[in-house]
């Protein structure tokens, strides 16, 4: 499903920002967007956040048995 990958992939972004703030106290997306409080900034975290609420979802998925999840 092309959503749960478009998720996957702002989560996963997500967690490289969240390193990098971990690792050298530094935050891409505010750089990027010009502060924690800019706007843009804050849709950025915002959509972030729901593509990872939306992942929690793939965890209580059923699989096939190849592995694939079930449509």
Do not use: K, P
Not at 12 to 20: F, Q, T
Not at 44 to 70: H, K, M, N, P
Request: proline letters at 0%.
């Amino acid at each position: 499903m092309i959503l749960d990958r478009i998720a996957l992939i702002l989560t996963i972004i997500g967690a490289l920002n969240w390193g990098s703030i971990g690792l050298f106290q530094f935050d891409i997306v505010a750089w990027i967007c010009g502060g924690q409080s800019a706007l843009i900034s804050r849709i950025i975290y915002t959509v972030v956040a729901l593509a990872g609420v939306w992942c929690i979802s793939l965890l209580f998925r059923e699989r096939d048995q190849y592995g694939e999840l079930a449509e």
